[in-house]
């Protein structure tokens, strides 16, 4: 399938290469994301993979009360806006209501729907009726065949711009493990399958309150995912995990993103 069919605008669709959803967790500040979508754009049109910016303008699913939110929905949006415009690339940003669906659609190109929120039927409507594409993220809690019930809230829309993410099922209370069947499963609805590679090495309900994780193992589950067949791939990076506010046990630093990128691309042209 050709990615610009779900995306429309994406660069490098024809290249048969897998598609990126990158970029850091949460819009900081005002001045971090654009050059981190600059140094990721620059090394995917090198690789000819089709990308799309990702982050979140608010973060609602956090562990503590006094977790970082967000700069602003409107200020962080704005920020979204200015690097999809600067550097003509798509979007793509986390939705909690139904309301932030219309919110966001004004300014991004793609819908995000949180795993802990797939099951949200007025969210997946009104992202549906949005007109934008909606990636939905498989629940923790869900088989991916189970998924084809989301697919068909967000038809009912009209809206077959849609995709489906896996990021993992929880594996006791502290831990998720990937099933790879479920890519292929989901791939049976006959829309894009992601795979979520940083949040499946989440492990979250840390007794601390702050999400722990293993970026250790990014290049295992990634070169795993292309092998088995991901339509795309989605990495949260940042230039220093250490000191992300949000979700830095699991990011990418950006700086080892190319090398990555290299060797999943190397994969890709071996199974097509």
Known sequence: MNISEFIPGITNSGSNNFFLFAGPCVVENEEMALPIALKIKAICDTLEIPFVFKASYRKANRSKLDSFAGIGDEKALNVLKDVKQELNIPVVTDIHTAEEAFLAAKYVDVLQIPAFLCRQTDLLLAAGESGKTVNIKKGQF????????????????????????ERGSMFGYGDLVVDYRNIAEMQKTNYPVVLDITHSLQQPNQTAGVTGGKPELIELIAKAGIAAGADGIFIETHPNPSKALSDGANMLK???LEDLLEKLV???????
């Open 142 to 165: 869900l088989s991916g065949e189970s998924m084809k019930f989301a697919v068909d809230k967000v038809k009912s829309t009209g809206n077959n711009k849609i995709m489906l993410t």
């Open 254 to 256: 950006l700086d080892m």
């Open 266 to 272: 190397k994969i890709r042209q071996a199974i097509i």
